[in-house]
């Protein structure tokens, strides 16, 4: 892994796209639970990417991120205060691949913390982020968690209804779009666990 981190922090923007590829492969390929040493130095090489003028390095990252808190959930954890930020700022990213991969990594992290923690954290920064795209992502991002998690984790719908309710008086057509669409999504589950209750 070090070389490939080695690589990745490259001058050269084909040698970083070599590296973070190389990293991602490693990562998905891996078995093996990750060091705090090198989560550490994973996330601090991967947050300097993320801002790379290369869509396809801060893609990469991201991806490379996300295999790596599935490898060691509990040490990434230390780092949520760096990365959620980082990550919510790429849901603003002008190439549709590298809002997908911050979406990816976002669900992710809620997989291996807890979808209502990670909700509240990033949202902090991205329902009223002054980029559109960024509050859209991110009304995205929460509709797919509802449909992932919303069964298992209860307190999710109450932390994420009153800023979406917030978001339908958004300045933005797809925020509210996207805010309707978590709407409907959240009214689905709670249909469904009543009729399931009863």
Same mark, same amino acid.
């Given at each position: 892994m070090e070389e490939a981190l080695?690589?990745?922090r490259a001058k050269d923007t084909? *040698?970083?796209m070599a590296g973070v590829e190389r990293l991602h492969h490693l990562l998905e390929s891996s078995r093996k639970a990750l060091s705090s040493a090198e989560v550490t130095s994973l996330v601090d090489c991967c947050l300097d990417l993320l801002?790379?003028?290369?869509?396809?390095v801060s893609q990469g990252s991201l991806q490379a991120l996300a295999s790596a808190a599935v490898l060691s959930g509990d040490h990434f954890k230390l780092h949520f205060n760096a990365l959620v930020p980082a990550v919510v700022e790429r849901l603003g990213d002008g190439k549709q691949p590298v809002r997908d991969a911050a979406r990816r990594l976002l669900l992710t992290?809620? *997989?291996v913390s807890s979808p209502t923690i990670i909700v509240e954290?990033?949202?902090s920064y991205a329902w009223t982020h002054k980029s559109w795209r960024v509050?859209? *992502?991110f009304a995205r991002t929460v509709t797919s968690a509802i449909s992932l998690f919303a069964s298992t984790e209860l307190p999710l719908q109450r932390v994420i209804l009153p800023p979406i309710l917030q978001m339908l008086n958004?300045?933005?057509h797809g925020v509210? *779009?996207?805010a309707i669409l978590c709407i409907e999504d959240i009214r689905r589950k709670i249909m469904a666990s009543m009729h399931g209750a009863g």
């Open positions: 080695e690589l990745a084909k *040698e970083r801002k790379d003028n290369n869509f396809r992290l809620m *997989e954290r990033a949202g509050r859209e *992502e958004d300045s933005n509210r *779009e996207a």
